[in-house]
């Protein structure tokens, strides 16, 4: 009778069922989300808008920097399904070159938003005691303010750029963020591997970077799906406004303000479309924020 005897080692065993369970979370994460199937709309209706705004152009070509008066308000054609506008631009055109600037200032003002609010949320939390008063009294100090009014207020002092438009609107985003991953930190810094990370001499900004931080990623990243949509919405808000970016670029915002002026006068198509458009990428992002809480979620992973 022969005896097999096993070379593998305990740590490569513990390795290996350490991957094993690594993929298994993230495999249960793919799966509670795929079945949120307003969150599998979501995705397909964002991807569906990113390739309308991105890629149709390439195959749909039209002329969105000169103006031809003798183009202007015709209705939906063969040759121009969305009809055109008062300067005679192709209007399936512009809402292709007008999604451009809106997905790319919500996505980037988005992102910028949660990642200062989470390292100031998380430095205020895990440092405590004055320094987390002041911090946070200043949020509270700028929370009181009206959003809208201080975007308002930045944009008729300097003229808006693209790259302008996204520091505006993150950097006066980042508030709910911050408390947001404030509170997480003020949970997380009790725990009993932070206390003992620290008892071995480790450093505070290694303990945000490596344990805070990642362990909350699952609030940021659901909590960034809806600061893009909030920033998607503020973009439109400013264009309604007059305030967005000049002429000839394009946002859905700016589309359905001038479209509104023209309501009256029969001309439907001009505000519809960038309407239906800011909607569904707005519901779509959200949808896509409750379907990863779910993936993130642990008591709703499967077991």
Known sequence: MSIKIST??????????TVIR?????????EVFLQNRLAVLGLVIVLTLVAFSFIG????HTDQIHTDLSLSYLPPSSEHPLGTDGLGYDQLGRMMVGGQTSIVVGLLAG???TTLGTIWGA?????????????????????????????????TIV?????????IIGALSWLGPARLVR????????????????????????????????????????NATFQVADAILYVAYLSFLGLGVPPPAANWGGMLSTGLNDAYS??????????????LIVLAFNFIGDGLRDSFEVRLRKR
């Open 111 to 113: 992102i910028f938003a």
């Open 159 to 167: 003229t808006p750029t693209l790259p302008l438009l996204i520091v």
């Open 123 to 155: 430095i205020a939390g895990f440092v405590g005691g004055t320094a987390d008063s002041l911090m946070m009294r200043f949020v509270d100090a700028l929370m009181s303010i009206p959003a809208l009014f201080l975007f308002m207020l930045m944009a």
């Open 57 to 60: 152009p390439i195959f749909y």
């Open 22 to 30: 690594r993929r298994s979370v993230w495999r249960q994460g793919v």
């Open 183 to 222: 509170g997480e930190t003020l949970s997380l810094r009790a725990r009993e591997y932070i206390l003992a990370m620290r008892g071995m001499g480790g450093t505070s900004s290694r303990a945000i970077r490596t344990h805070i931080v990642r362990n909350a990623i699952g609030t940021v990243v659901v």
């Open 8 to 17: 593998a080692s305990p740590t490569s065993a513990r390795s290996g069922t």
């Open 266 to 279: 029969g001309n439907w198509w001009l505000i519809y479309p960038p309407g239906i458009a800011i909607v």
